[in-house]
Structures are given as C-alpha cells and as structure tokens.
C-alpha cells in the first residue's frame, strides 16, 4: 500500500470516529449534576426553615421557593435524557447499547415526575424508580467495563459508587426515622453519583471510547 493510501484510510478513520459538535454538546449533559446540586444548595440555604442536614431535598418543593426546586428538577431530568441520546451514540453498536441508555432515560423522566408530582405517594414512587434506574446504570457499566483494557479501574469504581449509593440510602432512611441528618445521607449519595458522571463525561469528552465489544 503507497503512503497516500495509508494517509487516506488513516484521515477517513479520524474522521469516522470524531465526535460531532452536537455529540460534544449532548456529553456535556453529563455535568448535569453540579448545577443540580448547585441550585439545591443555593435553595435550601435561602428557604426559611429548611435544614439541609435533616430535610430531603424534595422538601424545599414544599417551601416558598418551591418552584424554582420544581424547575431545577425538570431541567435535571431534561439534562438526564440528553445524556441517555449521548451514551446511545457512543455506545452503538455493542454490549449495553440498549439497556444502558434506557435506564438512563429512565431516571431522566422519574426526576421529570418529581418536579410534576410533590406530594407522596407518586413523588415517592419516582424517587424509587430515579434510584433503582441509576442503579442499573452504574452496575451495567461496572459489567461491561470489566473487560475493557482503555477503562481501567472503571468497573470497580462504578461497582462501588453504587454500593455506597445503597449504603448511604440505607442510612438516609434510618436517620428520617430516628430524626437524624438524613438531608446529609440523601444528598452525599447524590454528590457520589454526580462525581461519577462528572469524572465518566470528562473522561469521553477527553478522547475516550466505549470498545465494548458488538455482539455476534
């Protein structure tokens, strides 16, 4: 093969496997995360009597700045969906191409239902299925990483971010029953997932691929 062959194969593989602007834009809802937890924050020290150790975030929906929590979890869940478009991308075709951005999506339109349902039972009933979805996420990929010589140390990071999720909701409900920080549990399982889609969105934006291999 003469050089220029193997220049032009080389050039249309590079431009087979860049990321297209809007590809680049959908990644970046990956980040969602801290402006979620920004906004949060931000309201739950501003609304009058809310304490942020004790209180859910849900319960600032029932203070008086209650609409802007109901817009910040719409638009989170919004971001979230995006996400599931950017990880069916990258993930097509191959292992998780499917369940991985459902499950996503999934968790996108559960916190949707927070912002549209503020009283029990159904804001309970999305909060379980935003937990659950998420769950399967980070367990999927902790499944799938497992093999993949660019991500390693993925799949136990992942594995384990959910592990602590589990544990810190599992404290989260003990510590709401006994009157306890259960605000403080709540949210340090929603800065642990954050900072596992923070650092996973980085990684992609940085270069990286998902090499799963395509099933036969």
């Known amino acids: 093969m003469s050089n220029s062959s193997i220049l032009t194969t080389t050039t249309a593989t590079a431009q087979a496997t860049r990321r297209s602007p809007a590809q680049k834009l959908l990644l970046c809802t990956g980040f969602a995360g801290v402006f979620f937890i920004a906004t949060f924050v931000a309201l739950g020290v501003a609304a009058p009597n809310y304490s942020s150790m004790r209180e859910t975030i849900s319960a600032i929906e029932l203070t008086s700045l209650g609409a802007g929590q109901r817009i910040n979890f719409f638009v989170f869940g919004l971001l979230l969906c995006g996400f599931a478009i950017a990880l069916r991308r990258e993930l097509r075709p191959g292992h998780g191409s499917v369940v991985i951005p459902l499950f996503q999506a999934v968790s996108g ?100 691929r998902l090499n799963f291999a395509p099933r036969i």
């Open 109 to 208: 339109i559960a916190v949707i239902g927070d912002a549209i349902f503020i009283h029990f039972p159904l804001h309970l009933v999305c909060d379980l299925v935003a937990f659950l979805s998420t769950l399967t996420v980070l367990f999927a990929f902790g499944w799938f990483f497992r093999k993949d010589a660019h991500w390693t140390g993925w799949s136990a990071y992942s594995i384990l971010t959910a592990i602590l999720m589990m544990l810190l909701l599992a404290c989260f409900g003990y510590a709401n029953h006994a009157g306890g920080p259960a605000g403080l549990m709540e949210k340090s399982a929603t800065g642990i997932r954050t900072l596992w889609s923070v650092l996973f969105a980085g990684k992609l934006l940085a270069g990286a």
